[in-house]
């Protein structure tokens, strides 16, 4: 006879079997439990001989936190803070998701995710101070490298250029920012909180970046640089990502506020690290999360190998990763409908470091924005430029045509890139560094999830909503500052103070 631990995720043909069912699952025990909807199906050909043996196999708390980013982490130092006992369970072995750093053979950190914060970043700017984090200015002096056409030119940093482009036309420069005016116009009548409820919003959502930009220029030019913002900020298809969506992002995370005005000394990758520290043993490893099951009195969370029992349960992972998860009973038609049109965009990060950052002394800012494979660089050195640090991205559809390739020939296209816009010397980097977020399991893609058309209107109150016991953190479930940091520090903060509260109301009874 063999034994299976329920619920087994594999079907078995078998004379007999005994199945090691948690204390908390007896409702499971009896003539359907074979069609359980986790969708194990056990076939037993003489069905006389199961033997049912419930086990004290569970874990419990409180609360569960599924997924170890910064949001799930974040709400669970707040629901530890609150006296709530919390686990964590994280799917990698390692905390972080889209936050990981790596050290640098000369010394120091690089960050392979996200690596910036800004002033109006209250939440990460406070959390990073509270674990003696400390912050410096993001290196911009100089010349930024614009490189369209096949040309190069040093602009000053203002987006769209001002000044004079290298075979454009002073019309189609003055175009590019005619049309980023009507785009910031756009984007500040949108509904931060509710962007469904924006003016005119069933038809910018009808829409995509591209097909919208179609309609209001034909300059080349000026579809560009507003292309540009869409691959630097999502990472994702102009031509698929919805234009409300799209508003509503920047409408929720301007630029005019400089998200990107400070890198942290040590990197951002190791705040999952320090806020895992000091969780300690509530947090665990290796235990992707394939199942959730609520009934009257709490949730049951199964993993690969483990289950877990709560009170409540926060989901703190991607939207399109929640809904991969099995869950019972199925979450509303809205919710799972949402879950299928939140894909992630699509950005491979590169870094390239350097004795020194030597640009800086050719007046260069490190900063490019192009039409090549490389759309975006930055410099990501420490303020003396010791090691010197480039950063680069290949977004969207550069990045979709490049999964196909090996990674030394992805190496030497983006190598020959950044000596296009810096010359010689950046083709002799002295570590060179790939993070393909594509090719990430527990992620997909990145930066974020880019929502397609006819979705906020459709299923936006979808995303933050909770669905019986269960609270949906990540940095998409933000209203303000979706896609950065400081959207999956509130959005994690905002779970566990619901949380909290229901805890509070359901203990007084
Ligand atoms: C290349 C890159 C650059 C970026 N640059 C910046 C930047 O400069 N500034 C900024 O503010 N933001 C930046 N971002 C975005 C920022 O990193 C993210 O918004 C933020 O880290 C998201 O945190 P999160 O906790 O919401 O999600 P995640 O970091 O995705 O965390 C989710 C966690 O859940 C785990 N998980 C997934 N599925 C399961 C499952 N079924 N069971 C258990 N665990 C699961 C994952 O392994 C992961 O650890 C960048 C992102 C990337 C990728």
């Known amino acids: 006879m063999s034994t299976l631990v329920w619920p087994s995720t594999f079907a078995r043909t078998q004379a007999s079997a005994r199945v090691l069912i948690p204390r908390f699952e007896p409702s499971r025990v009896g003539r359907d439990w074979r069609a359980c909807n986790f969708g194990c199906t056990l076939d037993l050909v003489g069905e006389s001989s199961l033997e049912v043996v419930v086990v004290e196999s569970a874990r419990t708390a409180e609360v569960i936190v599924v997924g170890a980013g910064l949001s799930g982490l974040c709400a669970a130092r707040e629901l530890v803070r609150q006296g709530k006992d919390t686990l964590v369970v994280e799917a990698r072995d390692r905390v972080g998701g889209r936050m ?7 010394g120091g950190w690089i960050d392979l ?12 700017r406070d959390l990073a101070e509270s674990l003696g984090v400390t912050r410096f200015d993001s290196y911009t002096a100089g010349d930024t490298v614009l490189c369209y056409n096949g040309a190069l030119s040093l602009i000053a940093d203002e987006f769209p250029p001002v000044g004079p482009v290298a075979g454009v036309s002073s019309a189609e420069v003055e175009e590019a920012i005619r049309v980023w005016q009507q785009f910031l ?9 509710r962007p469904w409820l924006t003016p005119d919003a069933q038809a910018l959502d009808a829409q995509t970046v591209a097909s919208w930009l179609a309609g209001v220029t034909t300059s080349p030019f000026a579809r560009f640089f507003a292309e540009c913002w869409v691959l630097a900020e999502f990472g994702g298809d102009p031509g698929a990502a919805s234009m409300l969506a799209t508003v509503a992002g920047y409408a929720a995370g301007p630029d005019e506020e400089e998200p990107e005005l400070w890198l942290l000394h040590g990197g951002a990758g190791q705040i999952p690290e320090l806020l895992a520290d000091e969780l300690g043993g509530r947090v665990l490893l290796g235990q992707p999360v394939f ?7 709490g949730v049951t969370v199964t993993t690969g190998d483990s289950t877990y029992r709560a009170r409540f349960v926060i989901v703190a ?13 199925p979450l509303p038609a809205g919710r799972i409908q949402l879950t299928q049109r939140a894909p992630m965009g699509s950005v491979i ?9 030597w640009w800086r002394n050719h007046g260069l800012s490190g900063i490019v924005v192009s039409e090549r494979t490389v759309v ?14 480039l950063t680069g991205f290949v977004s969207g559809p550069a990045a979709v045509g490049l999964l196909e390739e090996s990674e030394d020939s992805r190496r030497r296209g983006v190598l020959s890139d950044l000596v296009a816009y810096f010359g010689d010397e950046a083709g002799r980097p002295e570590q060179f560094i790939e993070m393909n977020w594509p090719g990430e399991k527990w992620t997909g893609g990145a930066y974020n999830a880019v929502l397609a058309p006819n979705t906020l209107t459709s299923f936006g109150p979808a995303i933050a909503r909770p669905v019986g016991r269960i609270h949906w953190a990540g940095t998409e479930a933000s209203p303000r500052w979706p896609g950065f940091f400081e959207g999956a520090v509130r959005a994690g903060y905002a779970a566990a103070h619901a949380i909290a509260s229901r805890s509070a109301v359901t203990s007084g009874h």
């Open 376 to 389: 975006a660089v930055a410099d990501s050195s420490t303020p003396d430029g010791v090691p010197g640090v």
């Open 185 to 193: 116009a756009l984007a500040a009548t949108v509904d931060v909180e």
């Open 100 to 106: 990981v750093r790596k050290s640098v053979t000369s």
């Open 317 to 329: 992972i991607p939207v399109h990763l929640a809904g991969a998860i099995d869950y019972s009973p």
């Open 291 to 297: 199942r959730i099951a609520q009934d009257t009195d």
């Open 113 to 124: 995710g996200g690596q910036w914060i800004g002033p109006t970043h209250n939440g990460i």
């Open 349 to 357: 990060k590169y870094t390239a470091v350097y004795p020194t950052a």
